[in-house]
């Protein structure tokens, strides 16, 4: 089992950057594929962006594409993302959750990750 939790969330401006981070509990973190979402009060969760167990694979929402980098430590247990150029759009809670389909898959599908962590607020202001 894999414990998760968000940090590094906050209040921007348009066009700022913040680094996101997702700490994890478990000797087996390695072995997990790492997902951020992000959901809008009333909507459903958002794919954000995926990154395989070693980081050798990683995939992202067109909508972030070229603006957020995901990226993972496996000593440190920790999956960053680096939000850049940030817009008023960006503004959600952010969930890292771990794929649990056993699987090295960098999928969007949010029905695949089993663990999530309790979020983190990013607010960009315009």
């Known amino acids: 089992q894999v414990q998760l939790v968000e940090s590094g969330g906050g209040l921007v401006q348009a066009g700022d950057s913040l680094r996101l981070s997702c700490a994890a509990s478990?000797?087996?973190?390695?072995?997990?594929?790492i997902a951020w979402f992000r959901q809008a009060p009333g909507k459903g969760r958002e794919f954000v962006a995926a990154i395989s167990w070693t980081g050798s694979t990683t995939n992202y929402a067109d909508s972030v594409e070229g603006r957020f980098t995901i990226s993972r430590d496996n000593f440190k247990n920790i999956v960053s993302l680096q939000m850049n150029s940030l817009k008023p759009e960006d503004t959600d809670v952010y969930y890292c959750?771990?794929?649990?389909?056993?699987?090295?898959?960098?999928?969007?599908?949010?029905?695949?990750?089993?663990?999530w962590g309790q979020g983190t607020q990013v607010t960009v202001s315009s």
């Open positions: 478990g000797r087996t973190f390695s072995r997990y594929a």
């Open positions: 959750a771990a794929n649990t389909e056993g699987f090295d898959l960098v999928t969007s599908y949010e029905y695949e990750y089993g663990y």
